[in-house]
């Protein structure tokens, strides 16, 4: 039953409107951002929980349910029939997906595009099609990625699924630091096209490692006189020199002057 609900984590023990007290692993009525939602309680008291912004309004019953099964058909309906119109109009959208609310009155279609688009023939064609309250929400493509799911180049889920709040922001900084943005955009993207969002598991530790050492290029002097650095190392807090006579040097962090 898991997979047919969604996920909600909570910080800590809640109580719904009558009184009954949640636990892991019960299905629930939210009040997310546009309308109810069925959820399932994931964790009850974890101080690592975060934060949501949906509230509890009770114990989903079992009509709730099926409610939601029946919505999840409609959905796929209404995603193939909104593409089909998107190809009509001509208009440079990309439909991910769509969400039916429980009491059958709104649907919130999922999109991304390049930049903005006059959607609104598409919304009265959508209206009239399907007699609801159409609403058309933009995502960018980490979004999209998690939406869809995939493995990461290192086999296991990409990090974004994983993440259960907003998305982190990941800079070019991050690759910096950690000395792997010579590697290329390529090679430093994930699926989405964007930064790897894995980038930003180690940068503090990098910042902190390489604190007090010089930075690549820069000219620093020695025992055996000056030079340019042209390596650093955080991990093993080394540094490569090069002599202004041409000779190479390896030094410690702690000799640096």
């Not at 439909?95 to 709104?106: C, E, N, R, T, V």
């Amino acid at each position: 039953m898991n997979v047919l609900v969604k996920i909600y984590s909570w910080e800590s023990p809640r109580l719904c409107e009558s009184g009954i007290k949640l636990k892991a692993g019960d299905r629930v009525v939210v009040t997310a951002e546009h309308f109810n939602e069925l959820g399932v309680v994931e964790a009850d008291g974890n101080e690592n929980c975060p934060k949501e912004k949906e509230q509890v309004l009770r114990l989903a019953t079992t009509r709730d349910k099926e409610n939601f099964l029946e919505k999840e058909k409609e959905k796929e309906v209404a995603l193939d029939f909104c593409k089909s119109e998107l190809k009509k109009l001509n208009l440079a959208m990309k439909a991910i997906d769509a969400k039916i609310s429980l009491d059958g009155k709104q649907i919130i279609f999922v999109f991304t595009s390049d930049g903005r688009v006059d959607f609104r023939e598409l919304v009265k064609n959508l209206s009239l099609k399907f007699k609801k309250v159409i609403r058309m929400q933009q995502i960018g493509s980490r979004d999209e990625a998690r939406k869809l799911g995939d493995c990461g180049v290192c086999g296991r889920a990409m990090c974004c699924i994983n993440t259960k709040n907003n998305l982190p922001s990941i800079t070019t900084d991050m690759a910096r630091v950690q000395q792997i943005a010579h590697r290329g955009t390529e090679r430093i993207s994930g699926a989405c096209g964007r930064l790897m969002c894995c980038l930003a598991y180690e940068a503090q530790s990098y910042r902190e490692m390489l604190v007090g050492m010089p930075e690549a290029y820069s000219q620093i002097s020695t025992d055996e006189g000056d030079g340019m650095v042209i390596e650093v190392n955080a991990i093993t807090q080394e540094i490569k020199v090069k002599l202004k006579n041409g000779k190479y040097l390896t030094l410690k962090k702690e000799q640096l002057k």
